[in-house]
Nanobody, 114 residues
Framework: QVQLVESGGGLVQAGGSLRLSCAAR????????MHWYRQAPGAQRELVAT???????NYSDSVKGRFTISRDNAKNTVYLQMNSLKPEDTAVYYC????????WGQGTQVTVSS
């Protein structure tokens, strides 16, 4: 059974940093593409960052240059380092992977105050 458990969210002032973690069980994160999504109140869930099995990374235009996705194969964990945070980054952040079907974590709240 695949389980994704996010942590690391919180309240931070604009310009600050947070690092989100996604601990995976039931899959090996280095074999599958792993994604971070976010969903702000009243908005659709949007893809923020991807790391492929080969280690290639992709980012949405809104976070490019500020966020970094990475993984630790030994810990079977994916990270999202978020720097220069803006109030518009406020959202619930979700870890995701697709193994026949979509798997989602429970989400972690990130709130950026101005």
């Amino acid at each position: 059974q695949v389980q994704l458990v996010e942590s690391g969210g919180g309240l931070v002032q604009a310009g600050g940093s947070l690092r989100l973690s996604c601990a995976a069980r039931g899959i090996i994160v280095s074999i599958f593409a792993m994604h971070w999504y976010r969903q702000a109140p009243g908005a659709q869930r949007e893809l923020v960052a991807t790391i492929t099995s080969s280690g290639n990374t992709n980012y949405s235009d809104s976070v490019k240059g500020r966020f970094t996705i990475s993984r630790d194969n030994a810990k079977n964990t994916v990270y999202l380092q978020m720097n220069s945070l803006k109030p518009e980054d406020t959202a619930v952040y979700y870890c995701n992977t697709k193994v026949i079907r979509d798997y989602w974590g429970q989400g972690t709240q990130v709130t950026v105050s101005s």
